[in-house]
């Protein structure tokens, strides 16, 4: 198994220096978990009859619905290789959906 930092080099500039290419990975940690409560708005068709030459006619339906979606904060350790400048970013990332009947 790699080390972090042997994983990813990104092409984005060093806050610092502004150099590209010489930007690394050096952690991840996850800051916070939650589930999230969201309105999902879906178009589905329902094929309501055979229309001329017997191609089927489909009639959009909408649908409301809530879903739950897992959000997780993580915290993100980079490190230019050139200068050495160390800084932290914190993302969020949505996972899975579920959905709750009504």
Sequence with gaps: MRAVSEITTFFR????????????????????????????????????????????????????????????DFQYAYQCKHCGHRWLEIREEEGGTTSLKG
């Design 13 to 72: 500039h060093c806050p610092s220096c502004g150099r590209r290419f010489e930007i690394r990975l050096t952690g991840k940690k996850l800051v916070s978990e939650q589930v999230v409560q969201k309105e999902a708005h879906e178009i589905t068709g329902l094929p309501s009859y055979v229309g001329r030459w017997g191609a089927p006619v489909v009639t959009p339906v909408a649908e409301d619905r809530v879903v739950l979606v897992d959000v997780k």
